[in-house]
């Protein structure tokens, strides 16, 4: 069996459930902590992908620019 990778849209919507869950179900410490620990690891991983898809982004736009000059 193939493990699905992680994608931007689906590391929100765990961080959202997540959330919906600490706020609306009170969940023991233990389970609160082990939730936390995986909104700390979707936030990096977040990040991470915003990060990239920036300097991406960044990157099409320098070499459309010196295109122009050209």
């Given at each position: 069996?193939?493990?699905?990778?992680?994608?931007?849209?689906?590391?929100i919507?765990?961080?959202?459930?997540?959330?919906?869950?600490?706020?609306?179900?009170?969940?023991?410490?233990?389970?609160?902590?082990?939730?936390?620990?995986?909104?700390?690891?979707?936030?990096?991983?977040?990040?991470?992908?915003?990060?990239?898809?920036?300097?991406?982004?960044?990157?099409?736009?320098?070499s459309?620019?010196?295109?122009?000059?050209?």
């Open positions: 069996m193939t493990k699905k990778q992680l994608t931007y849209a689906d590391a919507s765990e961080l959202e459930e997540i959330l919906e869950e600490i706020e609306n179900k009170e969940p023991d410490v233990d389970e609160l902590t082990d939730k936390v620990k995986r909104a700390a690891y979707l936030l990096r991983f977040c990040r991470k992908k915003l990060r990239k898809a920036s300097e991406e982004v960044n990157d099409i736009l320098k459309m620019e010196e295109e122009e000059e050209e």
